[in-house]
């Protein structure tokens, strides 16, 4: 049975659809039939590799709203082995028009029950709330991977998150995992990203991954061209980072490295420092329990 894995941060902006579109590459890259679904009304996942959400006939919100199979919206991508369900524009209604609706935390759990078996990995790609979508989206998933930009009003959300993923687990999905914390956006140049990836190790220790992807030109360029940075710029330290995430992320479930992810570059490594680490105050207090209830699969 294949794996849902939700990717999920409230925050906007932390490299959430980033770090969807380029894992679920180099997954693929790898070998592992992936399938990505895009939740977010934004679509930036589905232009990120390169649809034209004008040319989209039906999306996620088909299914969601009006029970089309999911299997009749499922589109190939550049990537071999990796295929996505779009979204589009009429999701920014969905919240509204979910509410009235029967089981309505677990419409997309029924719906991807479909397909599930057909793919290694499901890739869910949530949009920066916590509102019925996100909800969704983790009822479905399996695990859960929470990118972290590495500043400070990026952590500030984290406590709520966590707390929706513990309500999530007691009433809705007990076995909703924590796959893993991806600290993007690492500016080596700051104290500042140094801290803030101190200060996440010392609260959430194992759950997070020990890549760490840097802040990069060559990432942020590469959604305009509607190619994951697989394709449009693989020597670049972007590349290498996602490369090793997935490496890091295959080896959790205990699958082999393959060459195509196990790429070696040690400036996109966990970072250390040896100066003093300040204390956030009240952004990471009290969220010691993120891997509590559920292994770090």
């Known amino acids: 049975m294949g794996q849902i894995i939700a990717c999920a941060n409230q925050k906007g902006g932390v490299g959430k659809t980033t770090t969807v579109v380029n894992l679920a590459t180099y997954l693929a890259l790898a070998g ?6 895009d939740l977010d009304p ?8 390169g649809l034209d959400r004008g040319d989209i006939v039906q999306s ?5 709203i009006e029970d089309v199979s999911v299997e009749e919206m499922v589109l190939p991508t550049a990537i ?10 009429a999701l920014a209604g969905a919240e509204v028009e979910l509410a009235p609706l029967p089981q309505r935390e677990r419409r997309l759990s029924r719906i991807l029950a479909e397909i599930r078996d057909d793919y290694d990995y499901v890739v869910l790609d949530c949009p920066p709330s916590l509102g019925l979508i996100t ?10 991977i929470i990118p972290i930009q590495c500043e400070y009003y990026a952590l500030e959300g984290l406590s709520q998150l966590i707390a929706t993923i513990n309500l999530v687990r007691n009433h809705l999905n007990p076995e909703l995992a924590i796959k893993g914390v991806v600290l993007t956006m690492y500016d080596s140049r700051t104290n500042l990203s140094a801290e803030v990836n101190a200060e996440v190790r010392k609260h959430l220790g194992a759950a997070v991954f020990n890549t760490v992807v840097p802040r990069s030109v060559r990432l942020s360029e590469a959604p305009s061209y509607g190619l994951p940075i697989a394709l ?5 330290k972007g590349a290498d980072a996602y490369a090793l995430l997935a490496a890091e992320f295959r080896a959790r479930d205990g699958r082999l490295a393959t060459p195509s992810t196990a790429v070696a570059s040690t400036a996109v ?3 250390t420092t040896n ?6 105050g009240p952004a990471l207090r009290g969220i010691d329990t993120v891997a509590s209830g559920g292994d770090a699969r």
Request: proline share 8%; charged share 10%.
């Open 269 to 271: 490594n966990s970072p």
């Open 275 to 280: 100066s003093t680490t300040a204390d956030p």
């Open 60 to 64: 996620i919100y088909e299914a969601l």
């Open 80 to 89: 071999a082995g990796l295929s996505i369900v779009p979204s589009s524009i």
């Open 42 to 49: 934004q679509g930036n996942a589905t232009s990120g590799f």
């Open 32 to 37: 592992d039939a992936v399938l990505v679904v």
């Open 135 to 144: 909800v969704n989206a983790l009822t479905a998933a399996d695990a859960v």
């Open 232 to 236: 449009y710029r693989p020597d670049s």
